[in-house]
C-alpha cells in the first residue's frame, strides 16, 4: 500500500491526473504459482484496497466480476479446471 499511496497515487497527481474523480487507485497484492495464475485468481481470497472508497469499491467490484467465474468459465473448462 506505501508503493501505491507514497509513489504511484503522487505521480499520477504530478501528471495532471485527478485521482479523487478521474482514476481510481486501488491496490490488490497477489501471489500466484507458476501455472496456477488462473485457478488461483478464482480461488485465493484477496485484500482489496484504494487511496479512498470510491477506489476500493471500483477494485472490489473489478475483482468480484472477474474472479466471480463468469469471465473466466469458458476459459476454465476448456483447460480442465472446472466442470
Known sequence: MGTT???????????GHDIENDVFVAHCPERV????ILIE???????VGGIN??????A????????S???LKPTLKRLNFVN
Open 33 to 36: 504459482l507458476h501455472g496456477r
Open 60 to 67: 472490489a467490484a473489478f475483482y468480484r466480476e472477474f474472479v
Open 5 to 15: 499511496e507514497e509513489i504511484v497515487a503522487v505521480l499520477l497527481r504530478e501528471s
Open 53 to 58: 472508497a470510491q477506489s476500493t469499491e471500483k
Open 69 to 71: 467465474g463468469k469471465s
Open 41 to 47: 485468481l478464482v480461488q485465493n481470497d484477496r485484500i
